[in-house]
T-cell receptor, first 112, second 115 residues
Framework: QQQVKQSPQSLIVQKGGISIINCAYE??????FPWYQQFPGKGPALLIA?????SEKKEGRFTISFNKSAKQFSLHIMDSQPGDSATYFCAASNSGTYKYIFGTGTRLKVLA | GAVVSQHPSRVICKSGTSVKIECRSL??????MFWYRQFPKKSLMLMATSNEGSKATYEQGVEKDKFLINHASLTLSTLTVTSAHPEDSSFYIC???????????FGPGTRLTVL
């Protein structure tokens, strides 16, 4: 019940295309869902996060879509660039606990 | 965003020795910090919660006598890997919430290699 399932495991997108990464969770008590970007040999950096009271949040080229009834959320990267090539992790937590359950990660490669 | 640092960034040690990794919050105070472990091309697994002024709490399956955590001040937590073995080789990452919301900031990680 504590798992967060993430797909796809890897993704190749042409420059300018849309990258879509999906996550699903089981624990309905989760109420904070961040997305992190990680480059090789570096720590994760927060991209964007959402709470269940909204269905979508957009920050620049990054958008989170949230479906509470389906217990799914996804990250959309618009106008993908080669510099976006990295591993992306979704996560879920109970607000205030700060204990994140991470998804398995998606390795994104954006072709120039 | 807030900055979390780790030291060292890389460490190589011999089997049987102990290694200390430091995690610092540079521009904020953190009463709680978290330690994660990440194997190559794998996800981050929470190891323990570091609590300033009290004992750390460990996740199921994590040996507390092997991974000693000390939260010495509001800006410093240390993870000591005792009697390290090759299977302890991994990327160790700490994180800290600023307390202003649910977001956390992660350190740059420490690559531990045990020979």
């Amino acid at each position: 019940q504590q798992q967060v399932k993430q797909s796809p495991q890897s993704l190749i997108v042409q420059k300018g295309g849309i990258s879509i990464i999906n996550c699903a969770y089981e624990n309905t008590a989760f109420d904070y869902f961040p997305w992190y970007q990680q480059f090789p040999g570096k720590g994760p950096a927060l991209l964007i996060a959402i709470r269940p009271d909204v269905s979508e949040k957009k920050e620049g080229r990054f958008t989170i879509s949230f479906n509470k009834s389906a217990k799914q959320f996804s990250l959309h990267i618009m106008d993908s660039q080669p510099g976006d090539s990295a591993t992306y992790f979704c996560a879920a937590s109970n607000s205030g606990t700060y204990k994140y359950i991470f998804g398995t990660g998606t390795r994104l490669k954006v072709l120039a | 965003g807030a900055v979390v640092s780790q030291h060292p960034s890389r460490v190589i040690c011999k089997s049987g020795t102990s290694v200390k990794i430091e995690c610092r919050s540079l521009d904020f105070q953190a009463t709680t910090m978290f330690w994660y472990r990440q194997f190559p091309k794998k996800s981050l697994m929470l190891m323990a919660t570091s609590n300033e002024g009290s004992k750390a709490t460990y996740e199921q399956g994590v040996e507390k006598d092997k991974f000693l955590i000390n939260h010495a001040s509001l800006t410093l937590s240390t993870l000591t890997v005792t009697s390290a073995h090759p299977e302890d080789s991994s990327f160790y990452i700490c994180s800290a919430p600023t307390g202003g919301g649910d977001e956390q900031f992660f350190g740059p990680g420490t690559r531990l290699t045990v020979l």
